[in-house]
């Protein structure tokens, strides 16, 4: 077999990134979910349902969920904005919209799009959320400007992400994720893959410089907390 010569998704930028990463989640397409509950400990589906409650989504709200990939977030969205909210996600690889296409109720909108180039009028949202994409956007500024840009006045934004765990246990933790992971790649033959996520991770913001990211792109009263020994942050903020 001929070694692959593609670049590796972590050493790549901009452009070469958007398609790397759009590449990458379409092979793990399949298993990302189950992946996703074995790496978590099942704990995502609860930190979704928190992301929703902080930002005080209710009946009638009309949500985007960027990055959407197999749709969780819509899932747990529906709780809080009932049969009157709309729904929408948006991303921009197929095959994860296709796993999403299977869990989100009838009348949610699944959009094939960019999340650096948003295909919405200004001011059309209540909320925006985002699962574990901000990490993986060619251009998080540019990112952030268009959620602000569809957000209504007053709107709210919240993202959860990996985050590089601090304190007496980050190095233990750290060790665990950079071991852990990779081998559960290994295991459902995705090795890059899950080489990604911590390498990722590593390259990704601070929890602070991401606040920081957040206000500098127009957010207010930002806040984060974070979850699973300081692995996962939870930021939110408001449109002024
Ligand atoms: C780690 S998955 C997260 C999926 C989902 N939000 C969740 O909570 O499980 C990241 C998703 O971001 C999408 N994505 C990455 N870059 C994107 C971009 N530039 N535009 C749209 N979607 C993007 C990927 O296709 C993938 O489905």
Redesign the pocket.
Known sequence: MTPSTKTPPWKTQGDEK?EA??DM?AEIAPTYDLA?SIMSAKG?HRW?NEACALIGLKRGDSVL?L????G??LVSAERYVGDSGQLIG????AP?LEVAAGKVRPGTQLTL????FLPFESERFDAVT????LR???DLNRTLAEVVRVLKPGGKFVCIDMSQPAGPLGPLSRWAYHVMVPLLGRILRQPEAYAYLPKSTEQFLSRDDLKRAFELAGFSEVQYKTRFFGNIAIHWGVKL
């Open positions: 958007r990463v759009r989640f996703n995502h979704r969920d990055c959407c990939g197999t969780d977030f948006l991303d921009y690889c994860m799009g960019d999340a650096t985002v699962g574990w994409g993986n956007v060619p």
